[in-house]
Protein backbone atom coordinates (compact mmCIF):
# COMPACT_ATOMS: atom_id res chain seq x y z
CA UNK A 1 0.00 0.00 0.00
CA UNK A 2 1.01 3.49 -0.55
CA UNK A 3 0.89 4.65 2.82
CA UNK A 4 1.30 8.96 2.08
CA UNK A 5 -1.16 8.84 -0.88
CA UNK A 6 -3.86 7.20 1.47
CA UNK A 7 -2.65 9.22 4.11
CA UNK A 8 -3.41 12.39 1.62
CA UNK A 9 -6.57 11.28 0.63
CA UNK A 10 -8.46 10.29 3.72
CA UNK A 11 -7.24 13.88 4.82
CA UNK A 12 -8.98 15.50 2.09
CA UNK A 13 -12.13 13.33 2.15
CA UNK A 14 -15.52 15.07 2.06
CA UNK A 15 -18.91 13.90 1.47
CA UNK A 16 -19.57 16.24 -1.30
CA UNK A 17 -16.54 14.63 -3.40
CA UNK A 18 -18.71 10.92 -2.43
CA UNK A 19 -21.40 12.38 -3.24
CA UNK A 20 -20.14 13.80 -6.36
CA UNK A 21 -18.91 10.39 -7.49
CA UNK A 22 -21.90 8.37 -6.73
CA UNK A 23 -23.90 11.08 -8.97
CA UNK A 24 -21.79 10.00 -11.62
CA UNK A 25 -23.38 7.12 -12.10
CA UNK A 26 -26.61 7.49 -11.18
CA UNK A 27 -27.04 10.67 -13.72
CA UNK A 28 -26.02 8.50 -16.45
CA UNK A 29 -27.64 5.31 -15.52
CA UNK A 30 -30.41 6.10 -12.70
CA UNK A 31 -31.50 3.36 -10.76
CA UNK A 32 -29.09 0.90 -12.04
CA UNK A 33 -26.39 0.63 -9.53
CA UNK A 34 -27.40 -2.08 -7.23
CA UNK A 35 -24.08 -2.48 -4.66
CA UNK A 36 -22.85 -0.76 -2.56
CA UNK A 37 -19.72 1.42 -3.91
CA UNK A 38 -16.73 1.78 -1.29
CA UNK A 39 -16.23 5.74 -0.26
CA UNK A 40 -12.38 5.58 -1.57
CA UNK A 41 -10.43 3.66 -4.06
CA UNK A 42 -7.30 1.53 -2.95
CA UNK A 43 -3.03 2.82 -3.72
CA UNK A 44 -0.56 -0.42 -4.34
CA UNK A 45 2.94 0.14 -4.98
CA UNK A 46 5.36 -1.30 -7.37
CA UNK A 47 6.28 -4.03 -5.56
CA UNK A 48 2.92 -5.34 -4.80
CA UNK A 49 2.00 -5.03 -8.42
CA UNK A 50 5.03 -7.07 -9.28
CA UNK A 51 3.81 -9.96 -7.20
CA UNK A 52 0.35 -9.83 -7.84
CA UNK A 53 1.72 -10.00 -11.91
CA UNK A 54 4.26 -13.17 -10.97
CA UNK A 55 1.22 -14.85 -9.39
CA UNK A 56 -0.87 -14.53 -12.23
CA UNK A 57 1.87 -15.80 -14.76
CA UNK A 58 2.10 -19.05 -13.16
CA UNK A 59 -1.64 -19.84 -13.20
CA UNK A 60 -1.54 -18.25 -17.28
CA UNK A 61 1.39 -21.15 -17.41
CA UNK A 62 -1.11 -23.77 -15.97
CA UNK A 63 -3.87 -22.49 -18.37
CA UNK A 64 -1.61 -23.40 -21.49
CA UNK A 65 -0.24 -26.02 -20.73
CA UNK A 66 -0.66 -29.59 -21.93
CA UNK A 67 -2.09 -30.84 -18.99
CA UNK A 68 -4.53 -28.32 -18.72
CA UNK A 69 -7.65 -29.77 -21.46
CA UNK A 70 -7.40 -33.63 -19.35
CA UNK A 71 -7.31 -32.57 -16.03
CA UNK A 72 -10.12 -29.40 -16.16
CA UNK A 73 -12.50 -32.11 -18.36
CA UNK A 74 -14.16 -33.80 -14.91
CA UNK A 75 -15.52 -30.60 -13.69
CA UNK A 76 -17.89 -30.25 -16.85
CA UNK A 77 -21.17 -29.95 -16.15
CA UNK A 78 -22.27 -32.84 -18.17
CA UNK A 79 -25.74 -32.61 -18.35
CA UNK A 80 -24.90 -29.48 -20.29
CA UNK A 81 -22.15 -30.07 -22.70
CA UNK A 82 -22.16 -27.48 -25.30
CA UNK A 83 -20.93 -27.72 -28.71
CA UNK A 84 -17.70 -25.28 -29.82
CA UNK A 85 -15.85 -25.00 -26.74
CA UNK A 86 -12.83 -23.21 -27.64
CA UNK A 87 -9.24 -24.60 -26.11
CA UNK A 88 -9.21 -20.85 -23.91
CA UNK A 89 -11.13 -18.24 -23.11
CA UNK A 90 -11.23 -15.44 -24.62
CA UNK A 91 -10.81 -13.60 -21.05
CA UNK A 92 -10.33 -14.67 -17.41
CA UNK A 93 -10.23 -12.84 -13.67
CA UNK A 94 -8.49 -13.81 -10.68
CA UNK A 95 -8.97 -12.58 -7.12
CA UNK A 96 -6.17 -11.66 -4.71
CA UNK A 97 -6.81 -11.55 -1.09
CA UNK A 98 -4.09 -8.61 0.65
CA UNK A 99 -2.23 -10.40 3.66
CA UNK A 100 0.76 -10.07 5.30
CA UNK A 101 3.80 -12.37 5.49
CA UNK A 102 5.49 -13.41 8.25
CA UNK A 103 8.11 -10.40 7.70
CA UNK A 104 5.13 -8.01 8.18
CA UNK A 105 5.52 -7.21 3.86
CA UNK A 106 2.47 -7.21 1.77
CA UNK A 107 1.88 -10.06 -0.84
CA UNK A 108 -1.25 -11.12 -2.72
CA UNK A 109 -2.65 -14.75 -2.19
CA UNK A 110 -4.78 -15.72 -4.93
CA UNK A 111 -8.47 -16.96 -3.41
CA UNK A 112 -10.84 -17.52 -7.00
CA UNK A 113 -10.42 -17.44 -10.48
CA UNK A 114 -13.13 -17.98 -13.28
CA UNK A 115 -12.89 -18.18 -17.53
CA UNK A 116 -15.78 -15.84 -17.49
CA UNK A 117 -15.87 -12.43 -17.74
CA UNK A 118 -16.43 -9.42 -15.32
CA UNK A 119 -17.32 -5.54 -14.84
CA UNK A 120 -15.16 -5.10 -17.73
CA UNK A 121 -17.32 -1.94 -18.72
CA UNK A 122 -18.32 -0.62 -15.52
CA UNK A 123 -14.85 -0.52 -14.62
CA UNK A 124 -13.88 2.15 -17.21
CA UNK A 125 -16.52 4.32 -16.09
CA UNK A 126 -15.33 4.28 -12.28
CA UNK A 127 -12.27 4.81 -12.73
CA UNK A 128 -13.46 7.92 -14.71
CA UNK A 129 -15.62 9.05 -11.58
CA UNK A 130 -13.04 8.71 -9.33
CA UNK A 131 -11.22 11.35 -11.53
CA UNK A 132 -14.18 13.59 -12.01
CA UNK A 133 -14.82 13.20 -8.58
CA UNK A 134 -11.55 13.11 -6.47
CA UNK A 135 -7.78 14.51 -6.57
CA UNK A 136 -6.36 11.25 -8.14
CA UNK A 137 -2.45 11.80 -8.59
CA UNK A 138 -1.27 11.76 -12.17
CA UNK A 139 1.32 9.14 -11.86
CA UNK A 140 -1.43 6.42 -10.63
CA UNK A 141 -3.50 4.16 -12.91
CA UNK A 142 -6.17 1.37 -13.14
CA UNK A 143 -4.70 0.04 -15.93
CA UNK A 144 -1.83 -2.39 -16.30
CA UNK A 145 0.86 -3.31 -19.50
CA UNK A 146 0.64 -0.13 -21.16
CA UNK A 147 -3.14 -0.15 -21.08
CA UNK A 148 -5.08 3.05 -20.89
CA UNK A 149 -8.65 3.64 -21.84
CA UNK A 150 -8.73 3.64 -25.97
CA UNK A 151 -6.71 0.66 -25.94
CA UNK A 152 -8.62 -0.98 -23.54
CA UNK A 153 -11.73 -0.36 -25.12
CA UNK A 154 -10.03 -1.22 -28.80
CA UNK A 155 -9.31 -4.50 -27.29
CA UNK A 156 -12.44 -4.87 -25.30
CA UNK A 157 -14.38 -4.47 -28.75
CA UNK A 158 -12.69 -6.75 -30.85
CA UNK A 159 -12.58 -9.61 -28.10
CA UNK A 160 -16.11 -9.80 -27.29
CA UNK A 161 -17.40 -8.85 -30.92
CA UNK A 162 -14.96 -10.36 -33.18
CA UNK A 163 -14.93 -9.13 -36.39
CA UNK A 164 -17.58 -6.58 -38.11
CA UNK A 165 -19.25 -9.08 -40.14
CA UNK A 166 -20.73 -10.96 -37.08
CA UNK A 167 -23.60 -9.92 -34.90
CA UNK A 168 -22.89 -10.28 -31.17
CA UNK A 169 -25.08 -9.82 -28.34
CA UNK A 170 -24.58 -9.94 -24.36
CA UNK A 171 -26.64 -12.67 -22.92
CA UNK A 172 -28.19 -13.13 -19.96
CA UNK A 173 -30.91 -14.50 -17.97
CA UNK A 174 -32.97 -11.40 -16.88
CA UNK A 175 -30.51 -8.82 -17.56
CA UNK A 176 -32.42 -5.68 -15.93
CA UNK A 177 -32.83 -8.03 -12.95
CA UNK A 178 -28.85 -8.14 -12.29
CA UNK A 179 -26.94 -7.08 -9.66
CA UNK A 180 -24.42 -6.14 -12.01
CA UNK A 181 -27.01 -4.44 -14.75
CA UNK A 182 -25.12 -1.31 -15.28
CA UNK A 183 -22.12 -3.05 -16.30
CA UNK A 184 -24.13 -4.25 -19.09
CA UNK A 185 -25.39 -0.99 -19.69
CA UNK A 186 -21.87 0.75 -19.93
CA UNK A 187 -20.62 -2.62 -22.65
CA UNK A 188 -23.53 -1.80 -24.54
CA UNK A 189 -22.71 1.63 -24.86
CA UNK A 190 -19.14 1.29 -24.72
CA UNK A 191 -19.06 -0.91 -27.82
CA UNK A 192 -22.28 -0.74 -28.96
CA UNK A 193 -23.76 -4.36 -28.53
CA UNK A 194 -27.32 -5.23 -27.80
CA UNK A 195 -28.16 -7.25 -24.56
CA UNK A 196 -30.40 -9.93 -25.09
CA UNK A 197 -32.13 -12.31 -22.56
CA UNK A 198 -32.26 -15.81 -23.02
CA UNK A 199 -36.03 -15.87 -22.65
CA UNK A 200 -35.63 -14.28 -25.94
CA UNK A 201 -33.73 -16.44 -28.10
CA UNK A 202 -34.81 -19.22 -30.51
CA UNK A 203 -32.97 -21.76 -33.26
CA UNK A 204 -33.84 -22.29 -36.70
CA UNK A 205 -31.84 -24.59 -38.92
CA UNK A 206 -28.87 -24.74 -36.36
CA UNK A 207 -29.02 -20.58 -36.25
CA UNK A 208 -30.16 -18.59 -33.74
CA UNK A 209 -31.93 -15.72 -33.65
CA UNK A 210 -34.18 -13.28 -31.16
CA UNK A 211 -36.18 -10.66 -32.26
CA UNK A 212 -36.21 -6.64 -32.03
CA UNK A 213 -39.43 -4.36 -32.98
CA UNK A 214 -40.75 -7.42 -35.21
CA UNK A 215 -37.54 -8.11 -36.96
CA UNK A 216 -35.94 -11.38 -36.72
CA UNK A 217 -32.13 -10.78 -36.30
CA UNK A 218 -29.37 -13.71 -36.14
CA UNK A 219 -26.92 -13.84 -33.73
CA UNK A 220 -23.38 -15.14 -34.73
CA UNK A 221 -21.70 -14.34 -31.29
CA UNK A 222 -22.31 -14.57 -27.67
CA UNK A 223 -20.97 -12.50 -24.98
CA UNK A 224 -21.92 -14.51 -22.28
CA UNK A 225 -22.87 -13.44 -19.38
CA UNK A 226 -25.23 -16.16 -18.26
CA UNK A 227 -23.67 -18.02 -15.51
CA UNK A 228 -24.64 -21.38 -16.44
CA UNK A 229 -25.80 -23.04 -12.82
CA UNK A 230 -28.18 -20.10 -12.29
CA UNK A 231 -30.55 -21.79 -15.47
CA UNK A 232 -31.19 -24.68 -12.98
CA UNK A 233 -33.54 -22.45 -10.67
CA UNK A 234 -34.50 -20.60 -13.69
CA UNK A 235 -38.20 -20.52 -14.65
CA UNK A 236 -39.60 -23.41 -17.28
CA UNK A 237 -38.94 -20.74 -20.63
CA UNK A 238 -35.26 -20.59 -19.43
CA UNK A 239 -34.72 -23.70 -18.93
CA UNK A 240 -35.91 -24.42 -22.28
CA UNK A 241 -34.26 -21.93 -24.24
CA UNK A 242 -30.69 -23.14 -22.41
CA UNK A 243 -31.49 -26.92 -23.89
CA UNK A 244 -30.72 -25.25 -27.49
CA UNK A 245 -27.75 -24.64 -26.64
CA UNK A 246 -27.11 -28.29 -26.84
CA UNK A 247 -27.57 -28.79 -30.23
CA UNK A 248 -24.45 -28.02 -32.59
CA UNK A 249 -25.42 -24.14 -33.52
CA UNK A 250 -23.29 -21.27 -35.59
CA UNK A 251 -22.13 -19.50 -33.01
CA UNK A 252 -18.83 -18.38 -31.25
CA UNK A 253 -18.67 -17.77 -27.56
CA UNK A 254 -16.78 -15.46 -25.68
CA UNK A 255 -16.50 -17.10 -23.18
CA UNK A 256 -17.87 -20.97 -23.75
CA UNK A 257 -19.87 -22.26 -21.04
CA UNK A 258 -17.44 -24.71 -20.12
CA UNK A 259 -14.57 -22.55 -19.09
CA UNK A 260 -16.92 -21.47 -16.53
CA UNK A 261 -16.26 -24.56 -14.81
CA UNK A 262 -13.01 -25.24 -16.53
CA UNK A 263 -11.22 -22.32 -14.62
CA UNK A 264 -12.70 -21.89 -11.30
CA UNK A 265 -11.70 -23.01 -7.90
CA UNK A 266 -11.88 -26.69 -8.77
CA UNK A 267 -8.42 -25.29 -10.26
CA UNK A 268 -6.26 -24.77 -7.65
CA UNK A 269 -5.15 -27.79 -6.25
CA UNK A 270 -2.95 -28.16 -9.33
CA UNK A 271 -1.66 -24.91 -8.66
CA UNK A 272 1.37 -24.86 -6.90
CA UNK A 273 2.81 -21.12 -5.80
CA UNK A 274 3.98 -19.47 -2.38
CA UNK A 275 0.93 -16.75 -3.46
CA UNK A 276 -1.48 -19.76 -3.79
CA UNK A 277 -3.07 -21.02 -0.65
CA UNK A 278 -2.94 -25.00 -0.64
CA UNK A 279 -6.35 -26.74 -1.33
CA UNK A 280 -8.22 -29.78 -2.40
CA UNK A 281 -11.31 -31.49 -3.57
CA UNK A 282 -13.00 -32.48 -0.50
CA UNK A 283 -13.98 -36.08 -2.73
CA UNK A 284 -9.83 -36.23 -2.89
CA UNK A 285 -9.50 -35.86 0.96
CA UNK A 286 -7.71 -39.35 2.11
CA UNK A 287 -8.44 -37.94 5.96
CA UNK A 288 -10.43 -34.86 7.74
CA UNK A 289 -7.22 -32.27 8.37
CA UNK A 290 -7.16 -32.45 12.51
CA UNK A 291 -6.82 -28.28 12.63
CA UNK A 292 -10.09 -27.16 10.22
CA UNK A 293 -10.30 -23.89 11.99
CA UNK A 294 -7.31 -23.24 9.49
CA UNK A 295 -9.22 -24.22 5.98
CA UNK A 296 -12.36 -22.47 4.49
CA UNK A 297 -14.84 -24.71 2.69
CA UNK A 298 -16.33 -23.67 -0.60
CA UNK A 299 -18.74 -24.84 -3.09
CA UNK A 300 -16.52 -24.78 -6.08
CA UNK A 301 -19.00 -22.74 -8.74
CA UNK A 302 -20.73 -20.41 -6.56
CA UNK A 303 -20.00 -16.91 -6.67
CA UNK A 304 -20.43 -13.76 -4.65
CA UNK A 305 -19.39 -15.68 -0.98
CA UNK A 306 -22.58 -17.83 -1.26
CA UNK A 307 -22.48 -20.95 0.60
CA UNK A 308 -18.93 -20.79 1.86
CA UNK A 309 -18.22 -21.74 5.20
CA UNK A 310 -15.88 -19.64 7.16
CA UNK A 311 -16.00 -21.82 10.40
CA UNK A 312 -15.56 -25.39 9.19
CA UNK A 313 -16.76 -28.24 11.40
CA UNK A 314 -16.06 -31.66 10.77
CA UNK A 315 -20.27 -32.59 9.87
CA UNK A 316 -19.75 -30.26 7.07
CA UNK A 317 -17.93 -32.06 5.51
CA UNK A 318 -18.90 -35.75 6.18
CA UNK A 319 -23.10 -34.04 5.67
CA UNK A 320 -21.87 -33.22 1.83
CA UNK A 321 -23.63 -35.48 -0.38
CA UNK A 322 -21.36 -34.50 -3.29
CA UNK A 323 -17.96 -34.15 -2.51
CA UNK A 324 -16.56 -33.61 -5.94
CA UNK A 325 -18.10 -30.56 -6.13
CA UNK A 326 -16.43 -28.77 -2.87
CA UNK A 327 -13.15 -27.49 -1.90
CA UNK A 328 -11.84 -27.05 1.17
CA UNK A 329 -8.59 -24.29 0.77
CA UNK A 330 -6.16 -22.78 3.22
CA UNK A 331 -7.42 -20.56 5.28
CA UNK A 332 -5.90 -17.28 3.88
CA UNK A 333 -6.12 -14.15 6.67
CA UNK A 334 -6.45 -10.43 4.95
CA UNK A 335 -4.66 -8.04 6.00
CA UNK A 336 -6.20 -4.61 7.86
CA UNK A 337 -4.40 -2.71 5.18
CA UNK A 338 -6.85 0.03 4.10
CA UNK A 339 -6.61 2.51 6.72
CA UNK A 340 -9.57 4.45 6.62
CA UNK A 341 -11.58 7.13 9.05
CA UNK A 342 -13.99 4.61 10.09
CA UNK A 343 -11.38 2.00 10.90
CA UNK A 344 -9.09 -0.07 9.19
CA UNK A 345 -10.76 -2.59 5.70
CA UNK A 346 -9.68 -5.97 3.82
CA UNK A 347 -9.10 -5.80 0.15
CA UNK A 348 -9.70 -7.96 -2.43
CA UNK A 349 -7.97 -7.21 -5.91
CA UNK A 350 -9.32 -9.03 -8.85
CA UNK A 351 -7.69 -8.63 -12.64
CA UNK A 352 -9.20 -8.83 -15.74
CA UNK A 353 -6.65 -10.96 -17.90
CA UNK A 354 -7.41 -10.55 -21.75
CA UNK A 355 -5.91 -12.73 -24.81
CA UNK A 356 -3.86 -11.30 -26.85
CA UNK A 357 -4.38 -12.96 -30.16
CA UNK A 358 -0.86 -11.49 -31.89
CA UNK A 359 1.26 -11.86 -29.31
CA UNK A 360 -0.08 -15.24 -28.43
CA UNK A 361 -0.88 -14.61 -24.54
CA UNK A 362 -3.40 -13.25 -21.43
CA UNK A 363 -2.43 -10.09 -20.61
CA UNK A 364 -4.04 -8.00 -17.32
CA UNK A 365 -5.38 -4.94 -18.22
CA UNK A 366 -7.58 -3.79 -15.53
CA UNK A 367 -8.77 -4.49 -12.61
CA UNK A 368 -11.87 -4.32 -9.55
CA UNK A 369 -10.93 -4.42 -5.65
CA UNK A 370 -13.86 -4.83 -3.09
CA UNK A 371 -13.09 -3.47 0.44
CA UNK A 372 -14.73 -5.15 3.40
CA UNK A 373 -14.75 -4.79 6.96
CA UNK A 374 -16.24 -8.30 7.58
CA UNK A 375 -15.37 -11.72 7.21
CA UNK A 376 -16.93 -12.14 3.78
CA UNK A 377 -15.43 -10.01 1.11
CA UNK A 378 -18.75 -9.49 -1.59
CA UNK A 379 -20.41 -6.87 -2.06
CA UNK A 380 -23.65 -8.30 -0.46
CA UNK A 381 -22.12 -8.87 2.53
CA UNK A 382 -21.12 -5.33 3.45
CA UNK A 383 -24.41 -3.29 3.08
CA UNK A 384 -24.27 -1.80 6.71
CA UNK A 385 -20.58 -0.24 7.26
CA UNK A 386 -19.19 2.64 5.67
CA UNK A 387 -15.86 2.83 3.45
CA UNK A 388 -16.13 -0.74 2.43
CA UNK A 389 -17.56 -2.25 -0.76
CA UNK A 390 -16.88 -2.17 -4.68
CA UNK A 391 -13.92 0.12 -5.55
CA UNK A 392 -10.89 0.06 -7.97
CA UNK A 393 -6.91 0.20 -7.47
CA UNK A 394 -4.65 2.98 -8.48
CA UNK A 395 -1.28 1.17 -9.26
CA UNK A 396 2.21 2.99 -9.65
Not at 266 to 276: G, T, W
Not at 343 to 356: H, M, S, T
Not at 361 to 385: D, P, Q, W
Request: charged share 20%.
Amino acid sequence: MIADIRAHFNKQFTTHQYESYLNYFESRYPGATKFRMAETPIFISNEFKKHLLETGAHVIDYILSNDFQTNTYPALNKNFFVPNESRIPDCLVMDFAITLNEQGEYIPQLIELQGFPSLFGFEVLQDMAFKASYNIPNNLTPYLNGFQRPVYLDHLAKMIKGNENQHTVLLEIYPDQQKTKIDFYITRDLINIPIVCLSEIFEEDHDLFYQKNGIKIKIDRIYNRVVWDDVIHADENIQHNASIFLKPLNITWVCHPHHYYRISKFLLPFLKHPNIPRSALVSNLVSVPENLNQWVLKPLFSYAGNGVKINVKKEDLTHITNPNEWILQKKVNYASAIVTPTGPAKAEIRLFYFWDEAQQKYIATLNLTRLSKNEMMGVGFNNTATWVGGTIAYFE
